[in-house]
């Protein structure tokens, strides 16, 4: 598969979403809505659950199903809201010492007026900013588009796991062709020089795990949630201060 | 009243946190005049368009004498305005073409060549107002400021200084956003930024950023709103799209004044604006507030 074929298979539709991950991996999902400032945005899915018995905080970029879902879920796309959400989601599984599971999927965050009026830098540094110091453990699974800063702000975590046929990135491809060459036509070239897949970036060592995607069989969610209770469970037994300690060396050494 | 049929059919998907039904008119653009300029000796104003004397411009901190419309600075001029002293730091850090992406190479080579700058961030020590101060200042010349590995790298290291001398950071903050070229590595500067930030803050120390014209993208949505004071200069432009990809994703122009520093301010996201002429001032008020000595 080339660079440009993952691209399109990241965004293919019928992929499965961050929903269709919490329905198959937390028990008991009870999901938590608002920011407590303005609105809730239902581009980001957050709340509380089970994964194999232990307690955890899930938040999720949910792009949505067909039109009306995808419709009301803003593609994806979260406004300040959504990272405000899920900031004080983060925090109060700090409290309560709850491991911090995100999906993230999204092309990126919105760009529009009402995003701009209500601080969408601030609430995505914010939240990249309280994520990176949180004193619990923390994993995000980018399980389609990782688009820019809109994915980073819920991808400050202790380790960032891909599935193979998912994307992370600064810029979109056609972003990237148009910007940097005046020209769309070049997606596939772009996609190829950003190195946004799965297997490069691993190689990058921007991403600790890929995925395999099993055809997203029942298999499949098995196998990711096993990996996740195994890698929580590790983390559970180090200190806060390790933790945030660890985390800050895994950025520092880009 | 005219029924008006596109309007009915074509609606664009309903999205309620958009407050799109209340937005104001579009700003005329006005029309620009053209002129011939001998070169050196004076510029045009991009703004007003007004021919302007070079030795006029620079005894006016950059500033249009005829508009007002503050030019880009480069980072060491804007360091001579703001500070009393200063003492560079990490001067040798660069870094070349991770990705291998294709003329990147070359583009750094002519940058350094033309700007003498290894890339868009200077970083150093001085004093402001008398307070000893660490401070980072971005560079325009250098593909407007993107962040790529050096400039991550030096913030980073500016702010684990300051950290370790009990240093406050004033940052003078310019960038359009991620370095393309550096793809994920770029992106991962956001969070090692942010996380040098951290360290910062949690050592109960002051850091103020001063976004100027522009301060978009990646480190808008990181180090430039994670300070403890945001100043903003007059009239920049501040926001995480760029106007452009707004227009383009919501297909309507956009209001007069949007994004500008006023702007930021009259949504409560800077907490003063400040113009460039009383900027050093400012900042010496802030960080005596802050670090000073306490007589009563």
């Given at each position: 598969m080339s660079a440009y074929d993952i691209v399109l298979k990241s965004r293919e539709k019928g992929r499965p979403t961050a929903v269709k991950y919490i329905e198959n991996i937390v028990e008991g999902f009870i999901e938590l809505h608002g920011?407590?400032?303005?609105?809730?945005?239902?581009?980001v899915v957050g709340g509380i659950g089970y994964i194999g018995g232990m307690p955890v905080t899930v938040i999720g970029i949910e792009k949505g199903n067909d039109t009306n879902d995808k419709i009301a879920h803003n593609f994806?796309?979260?406004?300040p809201e959504g990272y405000r959400k899920a900031v004080r989601l983060m925090k109060e599984a700090e409290k309560f010492r709850r491991p911090v599971l995100c999906f993230v999927d999204t092309s990126g965050a919105y760009c529009g007026i009402g995003a701009e009026e209500r601080g969408q830098s601030e609430a995505i540094a914010m939240s990249i900013l309280e994520m990176i110091r949180l004193k619990t453990p923390t994993l995000s699974v980018i399980i389609g588009e990782g688009g820019s800063g809109g994915a980073l702000g819920l991808s400050a975590a202790d380790e960032v796991w891909i599935t193979e046929t998912s994307t992370y990135s600064a810029i979109s491809p056609e972003g990237c062709a148009s910007i940097l060459?005046?020209?769309?036509?070049r997606v596939a070239d772009a996609s190829e020089c950003l190195k946004m897949t799965a297997a490069d970036l691993a190689a990058l060592g921007a991403v600790e795990r890929v995925v395999p995607e099993?055809?997203?069989?029942e298999r499949f969610y098995v196998d990711l949630k096993e990996s996740i209770v195994k890698f929580f469970k590790k983390q559970r037994e180090i200190p806060p201060e390790e933790l945030i300690e660890a985390r800050y060396r895994r950025f520092r050494k880009f | 009243m005219k029924f008006d049929f596109k309007k009915f059919f074509f609606k664009?998907?309903?999205?309620?946190?958009?407050?799109?039904?209340?937005v104001p008119a579009p700003a005329e653009e006005e029309p620009k005049q053209e002129a011939v300029i001998p070169e050196k000796l004076a510029e045009k104003c991009e703004k007003c368009g007004q021919i302007i004397l070079k030795d006029e411009l620079d005894a006016n901190f950059?500033?249009?004498?005829?508009?007002g419309h503050c030019r880009k600075i480069d980072a060491r001029r804007r360091i001579d305005l703001c500070l009393d002293d200063f003492t560079e730091l990490f001067a040798d850090e660069e870094s070349g073409n991770t990705l291998d992406f294709p003329g990147y190479t070359e583009k750094l080579a002519d940058l350094r060549e033309k700007?003498?700058?290894?890339?868009?961030v200077v970083c150093g020590t001085g004093h402001i107002g008398g307070v000893l101060t660490a401070v980072f200042s971005m560079d325009?010349?250098?593909?407007?400021g993107s962040m790529g590995h050096t400039v991550g790298e030096k913030i980073a290291k500016t702010f684990e200084y300051a950290t370790e001398k009990s240093l406050p950071v004033v940052g003078f903050v310019l960038s359009g956003g991620?370095?393309?070229?550096?793809?994920i590595i770029s992106l991962m500067q956001m969070a090692k930024t942010s996380a040098a930030v951290a360290k910062h803050g949690e050592a109960g120390l002051l850091y103020i950023s001063v976004l100027t014209d522009p301060t978009t993208g990646g480190v808008s949505a990181s180090f430039a709103f994670e300070s403890d004071i945001i100043m903003a200069e007059k009239g920049a432009l501040i926001g995480f799209a760029g106007p452009r990809v707004i227009e383009q994703t919501i297909r309507q122009k956009l209001p007069e004044g949007f994004q500008r520093a006023e702007f930021i301010e009259e949504k409560g996201f800077a907490d003063l604006i400040v113009e460039r002429k009383e900027m050093k001032e400012k900042l010496a008020a802030i960080l005596r507030l802050h670090c000073g000595e306490v007589v009563a």
């Open positions: 920011d407590r400032r303005f609105a809730d945005d239902k581009a994806g796309c979260a406004h060459w005046k020209d769309s036509s099993d055809g997203f069989s | 664009k998907p309903k999205n309620e946190l958009e407050g799109t039904e209340n950059g500033i249009c004498p005829k508009c700007t003498g700058e290894k890339d868009g325009y010349r250098f593909m407007m991620a370095r393309m070229q550096e793809g």
